[in-house]
């Protein structure tokens, strides 16, 4: 977490595996993590300053998080089953 808040990120107080950069979250739960928010620049930046301290795969369209399937119904439409 001390690299993550040295990057300008910052911690929830009342969950610990969520992250907040500016505008956007990031989820973190052990090794799978969702980045999300309504700017694809801030998101840019984000993913940017990750890589520069850790290595990431940025898979880019989220199919599947903790077990549970994420299908698009459309724009800024999901169905979580």
Do not use: W
């Not at 595996?17 to 700017?39: A, E, N, Q, R, W």
């Amino acid at each position: 977490m001390t690299k993550l808040i040295a990057c300008g990120f910052t911690q929830s107080c009342i969950d610990e595996c969520v992250i907040y950069f500016k505008k956007s979250v990031f989820l973190d739960f052990t090794d799978d993590t969702i980045l999300m928010g309504p700017d694809t620049q801030e998101l840019n930046e984000m993913i940017a300053l990750l890589r520069k301290t850790f290595q990431i795969l940025d898979e880019e369209t989220l199919y599947e998080y903790l077990g549970i399937k994420i299908h698009c119904k459309g724009d800024d439409t999901f169905c979580l089953t």
